[in-house]
T-cell receptor, first 113, second 113 residues
Framework: AQSVTQLDSQVPVFEEAPVELRCNYS??????LFWYVQYPNQGLQLLLK??????LVESINGFEAEFNKSQTSFHLRKPSVHISDTAEYFC???????????FGTGTKLQVIP | DVKVTQSSRYLVKRTGEKVFLECVQD?????MFWYRQDPGLGLRLIYF???????EKGDIPEGYSVSREKKERFSLILESASTNQTSMYLC????????????FGNGTRLTVT
């Protein structure tokens, strides 16, 4: 069975500062990895995904995540955050060959003006 | 754009009532999922369906059942609602292809009194 750990439940950061949201996973098979974002009163939206190939993946709004197989991590980073990035972020893992997707407990990013 | 529509945004039911949560997707996706979201616990999978009339239990199926009579519609049923089922319920769908991302509805906030 797979699992996902997001160690930080809340991360406060000042506007224009960098941020890293941590995600570690465990799985006995190769995996596909995702970050989703949830803005207040909305469902989750895909932010970025790692399927194969380059270990660094980027989103259209400046976030990036790096797949590290040896450390079983998929941390999310942004070099300069905006107020509009305030949201909850979920890491998710989908083992290859399986339909089930497992989510972490989420990290609330609070951007302080 | 994929659209996943959940029939109710807010729902208030009494203990012991039978409750139906409806979800419809418009992109011919094979897979559909029901999650519940609780603070500090992230998203937990209740049931998923990989085809019409096919279903599999997720991590927390107790107290719930599902129905998928048509490809586009996936219903979650609370046979006898209890107060510990007060939660946000999220429906999602995706193509039956490895690594496909989930597409979420906006959620139904259910309160059982």
């Amino acid at each position: 069975a797979q699992s996902v750990t997001q160690l930080d439940s809340q991360v406060p950061v000042f506007e224009e500062a960098p941020v890293e949201l941590r995600c570690n996973y465990s799985s006995s098979v190769s995996v596909y990895l995702f970050w989703y974002v949830q803005y207040p009163n909305q469902g989750l939206q895909l932010l970025l995904k790692y399927l194969s190939g380059s270990t660094l993946v980027e989103s259209i709004n400046g976030f990036e995540a790096e797949f590290n197989k040896s450390q079983t991590s998929f941390h999310l980073r942004k070099p300069s955050v905006h107020i509009s990035d305030t949201a909850e972020y979920f890491c998710a893992v989908n083992p290859g060959g399986y339909q089930k997707v497992t989510f972490g407990t989420g990290t609330k990013l609070q951007v302080i003006p | 754009d994929v659209k996943v529509t959940q029939s109710s945004r807010y729902l208030v039911k009494r203990t012991g009532e039978k409750v139906f949560l409806e979800c419809v997707q418009d992109m011919d996706h094979e897979n559909m999922f029901w999650y519940r979201q609780d603070p500090g616990l992230g998203l937990r999978l209740i049931y998923f369906s990989y085809d019409v009339k096919m279903k599999e239990k997720g991590d927390i199926p107790e107290g719930y059942s599902v129905s998928r009579e048509k490809k586009e519609r996936f219903s979650l049923i609370l046979e006898s609602a209890s107060t510990n089922q007060t939660s946000m319920y999220l429906c999602a769908s995706r193509k039956d292809r490895e690594g496909s991302p989930l597409h979420f509805g906006n959620g139904t906030r259910l309160t059982v009194t």
